[in-house]
């Protein structure tokens, strides 16, 4: 397996690559930094928020194998990191019931890692 950054144009926006996904995520706050990685054929969104770091992989036709989870973990994020990850499955289904609408995807999986704040 290779993950390849893709480079992303200047008016890319993450609302328009993943709108309902970025209003569940979000809501109306800004992010930091996205980077976009491909995966064979799994299109992965890396997303620094200001609260956490999320991981947003999509395939368009088939269900996301767990050894493509563990691969993406293994190259974005530190050992210390994986401990705190919380890896969501049901994203899909969570999305979908949420804005009553088909979200174009297959199957959708969320990993996030919260952002520790330090005091100033």
Known sequence: MKLVENPIRLNASLHKMLPYTVRYLYGKSAVK????????????????????????MTHEKRNIRQDEIDFVIGKLFSDTETAQLTVNHAA?????????????????VIISLPVAHSAA
């Open 92 to 108: 899909k289904d969570e999305i979908e019931g949420q804005v009553h609408h088909k979200i174009g995807v297959h199957d959708l």
């Open 33 to 56: 930094t996205f980077r976009l990685y491909t995966l064979g054929s799994v299109h992965v969104h890396y997303i620094e928020g200001f609260k956490s770091i999320d991981v947003v």
